[in-house]
Every structure is written in C-alpha cells, then in structure tokens.
C-alpha cells in the first residue's frame, strides 16, 4: 500500500466490556466511565449511536468518514466479545463497504476470531488490521500461537499494558508492527525501559517494526522509577527515539489511544 494513512477517525460501535485477563485489571474503560459517573456500568455492553458510522453520509453526500482513515474501531469496547456477536456481522459488511478505509482493531479474545469471521473473509479483507494484545508471557503463550493460525492479512501484536518482560522472538513471521507500551492510570502497575528495550530488539532481528508508543504512569529506566503524567505519557516515550519503521505505518505516532 502506498496511501498516507497518517489520519485516523474512531468507530465505536459498541461499549462496554468484562474482563478477561490479567492487563484489564485496571481496564480504561471502566476507569474513563468512572470518571465521567457513567449512569451505565461498564460490564454492560450496549450498541452505541454511532453503530453505522462508517456508513453515514454527510448532506452533500459524502461519507461522514473520508476516504483513506484508519479507522480505529472498538477502543471502548472488545470487538470480539460475545456479547457482541448478534452485531458484529453489520460491521463486517460496513468494512467490506467502505473498503477505501483501514479498520483496526485490537482484542484479547482473539481464541475467538475464526468463530465470529463473515463468509467471504478467506484470507482476511484487504482493509482490515488486527492487533493481538498481550501484556504478560502467559497471555503471548496462549495468544499468538493462535494468532499465527488465523487468516488475517495485516497483523499486528499490542504489548500492554506491558507488565513483565516478554519474548515473543518465536511468534514475529507474519507480524507487520509491534507496539509497546506501559499501564495509565492513578493504579498502574511498573514498566521498565530494559523490557521495551528488549522487546524492541527481538522485533529489529526479525525485521518487524517497532513502536514504543507509551510510557505509562508508573516507568523504570535505569534502576530508577518515575512517575509520568498522563499528557507527558506518549511524547516521553517518542522522545526515547527507539521506533524501528519499515513501510507502511498505520497508526499515527502522534495519536493518544488508550490499550486494548
Ligand atoms: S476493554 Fe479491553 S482491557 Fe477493558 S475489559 Fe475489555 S478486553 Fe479488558
């Protein structure tokens, strides 16, 4: 592909989520409705207004969405969760639709991707990216071995919140970019610097990119922890310079998106 993709819109079609390992502890979902007194619990899954989003048209015509976004879908949610599966085949086919946008999303249940994919998906549509999220060894372990057997033509691996240090050296054929980062949040739990470090090192020796794309609140870097501000989170972590970019680069570096 050669588009700029550097734009992005969000779509989420859904919101709410229940918890399902070990990174959705202190899950920024549940944190944001907090904040804002959601009259909702976060647990309940619901559709939203914006359900047909990519869809929608403007008065003269155009589509509400433009052409050539990456389209983060279902950050406020889990687009794999079955809670979900009654209204997940609409928007596989406002994909398939507006196929002149890239739709990416991330899950921690991707044991259940090849049960919810359309008919027509064979090895995967062309627009669409799917981030695998893993935050410790054991989730790696269970995840991407499955991730490796699914058919999906842009694949990319989420290590975050990122609690421990993790090698996924043996799970990188296929991958188009591994993104890193620490835990937000007045509750986050420690990211070092060595484990991005690592992790950064195993993606340059499988020519994988790379992107450290947050601190986190709570950040080790040579022994010595700092706490880092929410707003100071992702321009720290740019500011390390580590990215390794190879072709297309489909999420903004400057773009601030809380983890799946
Ligand atoms: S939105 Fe993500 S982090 Fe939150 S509970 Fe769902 S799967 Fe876990």
Redesign the pocket.
């Known amino acids: 592909m050669t588009e700029n993709w550097n734009i992005y819109a969000d779509w989420n079609p859904w919101h709410g ?5 070990e ?2 502890r202190h ?4 944190r944001q409705d907090a904040m804002y007194s959601a009259a909702v619990p976060s647990s309940t899954v619901r559709r939203t207004a914006a359900f047909d989003l990519p869809l929608r048209r403007r008065r003269d015509g155009r589509y509400r969405i433009a052409p050539h976004k990456v389209v983060f879908t279902c950050f ?3 687009f794999l ?1 079955p809670q979900a599966d009654p209204w997940r085949p609409e928007c596989w086919r406002m994909m398939r639709l507006r196929s002149d946008c890239m739709f990416y999303f991330f899950t ?2 991707i044991d259940r991707l090849a049960s919810c994919l359309p008919p027509d998906w064979a090895d995967g549509y062309p627009n669409v990216m799917v981030g695998c999220t893993v935050e410790n060894q054991a989730m790696a372990d269970y995840r991407l071995p499955i991730f490796a057997s699914l058919p999906v033509r842009h694949k990319s691996v989420i290590v975050a919140p990122m609690l421990e240090h993790v090698d996924i050296s043996a799970h990188l054929a296929g991958i188009e970019e591994v993104a890193a980062g620490g835990e937000s949040g007045t509750q986050a739990r420690l990211c070092d610097y060595d484990w991005i470090l690592d992790l950064r090192r195993q993606c340059v020796e499988a020519g994988v990119a790379f992107r450290f794309h947050q601190t986190g609140a709570l950040f080790r870097k040579d022994g010595r922890i700092y706490r880092i501000r929410r707003r100071h989170q992702l321009s720290q972590a740019h500011k390390a310079g580590i990215d390794h970019m190879i072709g297309d680069y489909y999420v903004p570096t400057n773009v601030k998106f809380d ?2």
């Open positions: 989520c229940t918890r399902i390992s990174g959705c899950c920024y979902v549940y406020t949610s889990d969760l921690k249940r983890w799946d």
